[in-house]
């Protein structure tokens, strides 16, 4: 990579990880209220589940932690480790922008997904 490939990845990296802290919140904001409502459910309904629902809660969180990863940008200089979650979907994304090929291809999915969806949509 040359300086300028070097600093375009540096602002790139920058945006993504404030997106991702804008996500981790939002997540965050939204997870307080409903795992302390899941939690009163599971010690007001009677029955044996063990805080099924308050756990439930807690699982969902950590795979959108995990899909999150807010700190990926250091795994991308690791070429062993790889994208994954957000950071793939943005790479996914930035190849789609960059090769005119993978934009016709996407392009085609897509059309040939809205005409099945009209399709389907018109037999019912």
Do not use: C
């Not at 090769?99 to 389907?120: C, G, I, W």
Request: aromatic letters at 6%; charged letters at 35%; hydrophobic letters at 40%.
């Amino acid at each position: 990579m040359n300086r300028n490939e070097d600093r375009w990845r540096t602002v790139q990296d920058v945006l993504l990880f404030q997106g991702k802290l804008l996500i981790d919140g939002l997540r965050d904001i939204l997870l307080s209220p409903v795992s302390i409502a899941a939690a009163l459910i599971d010690l007001i309904v009677p029955g044996d589940d063990k805080g099924r629902r308050f756990y439930s809660v807690v699982r969902f969180g950590r795979r959108t932690e995990e899909w999150i990863n807010l700190f990926g940008a250091a795994d991308r200089h690791d070429p062993e480790i790889g994208s994954t979650g957000i950071d793939a979907l943005v790479d996914e994304l930035e190849a789609i922008v960059r090769n005119p090929a993978r934009r016709d291809e996407v392009r085609a999915k897509a059309r040939a997904t809205l005409k099945r969806l009209q399709e389907s949509s018109a037999d019912q």
